[in-house]
């Protein structure tokens, strides 16, 4: 059975730091283009940063660029989003979702083009939200 697994998301204060996870059962992550998403109440999901089979290859929305960072470690089947200097308006819920490279432009169409993603298959969503 093909899934996305999404943890590591909760509360915590503007400033503050946590680490995501997204872990693949029934399928390799490393075939695949891996994205995470937000989607903050009366909003429409928004690419958050993506990353292609290579690490090297990854894009990130400028409204978190040099707060966010992602990885993946195929070995242990898990991309990760690390965020930093977390602020109000990141509140949100985080989904993961995983493309077939052929299926997509390109990383970052994966991430900023909507029905690029269609395919994809998705995690159920880990919320975060950021208070004081």
């Known amino acids: 059975q093909v899934q996305l697994v999404e943890s590591g998301g909760g509360l915590v204060q503007p400033g503050g730091s946590l680490r995501l996870s997204c872990a693949a059962s029934?399928?390799?992550?490393?075939?695949?283009?891996i994205g995470w998403f937000r989607q903050a109440p009366g909003k429409e999901r928004e690419g958050v940063s993506c990353?292609?089979?290579?690490?090297?290859?990854?894009y990130v929305a400028d409204s978190v660029k040099g707060r966010f960072t992602i990885s993946r470690d195929n070995a242990k089947n898990v991309v990760y989003l690390q965020m930093s200097s977390l602020k109000v308006e990141d509140t949100a819920v985080y989904y993961c979702a995983a493309a077939a490279e052929h299926r997509i432009s390109s990383v970052q169409g994966m991430c900023v083009i909507a029905k690029e993603r269609r395919t994809a298959y998705w995690g159920q969503g880990t919320q975060v939200t950021v208070s004081s």
């Open positions: 990353i292609g089979r290579g690490d090297s290859n990854t």
């Open positions: 029934g399928f390799g992550l490393d075939y695949y283009v």
